[in-house]
Every structure is written in C-alpha cells, then in structure tokens.
C-alpha cells in the first residue's frame, strides 16, 4: 500500500531564509510524488512533480525537491523564503489503484508560517 | 488554459435544501473528481469521472449526487444535508484516469444550517 508522512505539521521561517519541508514516502511500486500548495480559501496548485525522470526536480516559485529512493523522502526546499509562500503544502504519492484509475494519497499537510 | 472552474464560491444551504455544485474545464481532459475537504484536512476523494461515466464513489451518501453532462462540466447535486457535510468542496481534472497530474479548481465553501 502507498502512504506518504509529512514530518511536520508547523514549520515556521523567518522571510528571506531557507525553507525545507519534509516528506517521506512508501510505496510497492515506482511512485509519482507531487507537492501541491493550497493558501487559505483557495484550491490546490501542483508545485512540482517526479515522475521516475531527473531526482532533483524545479517547481514554480522557485520551489524544489530532491527524490531519494534510498531513503524513501521526498523533501521540499526553497533557498528563501517570501511572505506570499505562507500556504498549507501537501505532499501526494501516487497509487496505481485498480479498475484504470490512479488514486492520490494525500500527507496530512505543512502549514508553513513566514514572519518578516 | 489550465483553469479549473467552479461556481458558486459560497454556498448556505439549509437541511432540507436542493442545491448543485458546478465545475468547469476546457482542457480535454476527460477524467474529473470531486474531493470533500474539512478545516486543517488533506482533500478526500469523493467520486470519479472518467469518459463521463461514474467510474469510482468512495462511499459517499446518496445525498451527494454527481453528474457528468458533457466532458468538460461536472455538477454535484446536495439534498438533504447535515451540517458536518460543511466543508470545502474541490473539483479537479485531469488528462484521463490513469494520469496522476490532477488540476483543481478554487472550490465551494459550503455551509450546512
């Protein structure tokens, strides 16, 4: 079964400084991973995504992350922080499901606090 | 366009209302999902569409009706409601079913009274 641990469900930075959130994932197959943004009272927006290509993928806003099957993780980071990047992140593991659909198992969510 | 529609933005409905949800895209895509999200929750998958037909209901009471008239618009029609059905309800779509990159919507806040 796919599963996937966001290790932290507050992270708070200060603006202009590193931001790193943490993933981990399981899965019986080659997974698909995506990170997806969501600021308050709106819908979600696909940051990035790996699909078995390059291990270190770039997403919108200057957003990445690094795919590392050795240690099931699939961290998000940004070199530095802006106030706009104040959102809930969720990162999203693929599952092959049956019946010809692909069901996303969502992680419980980073709320993640950007102070000036 | 990678736009996902949905309308209204707010709905309050009482117990006893019928009321429909709507989602638009203009994408092609012809797979599409309704996801039900409370506060401080990742979104739950509630139904999927795929080729406009109900490929996947994940249990969800019969007060929750979707539909599919056309490919590019899904409805969810609400009756009879309880006010733990207030939630964020999220649309989404995507290439076809067996695509994982899911597009989505801006949601409905619904609020049941």
């Known amino acids: 079964a796919q599963s996937v641990t966001q290790l932290d469900s507050h992270v708070s930075v200060s603006e202009g400084t590193p931001v790193l959130l943490r993933c981990n994932y399981s899965s019986s197959y080659s997974p698909s991973l995506f990170w997806y943004v969501q600021h308050p009272n709106k819908g979600l927006q696909l940051l990035l995504k790996y699909t078995s290509a390059a291990t270190l993928v770039k997403g919108i806003n200057g957003f990445e992350a690094e795919f590392k099957k050795s240690e099931t993780s699939f961290h998000l980071t940004k070199p530095s922080a802006h106030m706009s990047d104040a959102a809930e992140y969720f990162c999203?593991?693929?599952?092959?499901?049956?019946?010809?659909?692909?069901?996303?198992?969502f992680g419980a969510g980073t709320r993640l606090a950007v102070h000036p | 366009d990678t736009e996902v529609t949905q309308t209204p933005k707010h709905l309050v409905m009482g117990m006893t209302n019928k009321k429909s949800l709507k989602c638009e895209q203009h994408?092609?895509?012809?797979?599409m999902y309704w996801y039900k999200q409370k506060a401080k929750k990742p979104p739950e998958l509630m139904f999927v569409?795929?080729?406009?037909?109900?490929?996947i209901n994940e249990s969800v009471p019969s007060r929750f009706s979707p539909e599919c008239p056309n490919s590019s618009l899904l409805n969810l029609h609400l009756h009879a409601l309880q006010p733990e059905d207030s939630a964020l309800y999220l649309c989404a779509s995507s290439q076809d079913s067996r695509t994982y990159e899911q597009y989505f919507g801006p949601g409905t806040r619904l609020t049941v009274t």
């Open positions: 994408m092609g895509h012809r797979a």
């Open positions: 999203v593991v693929s599952d092959p499901g049956t019946g010809g659909y692909n069901k996303l198992i």
């Open positions: 569409y795929s080729y406009e037909k109900l490929s």
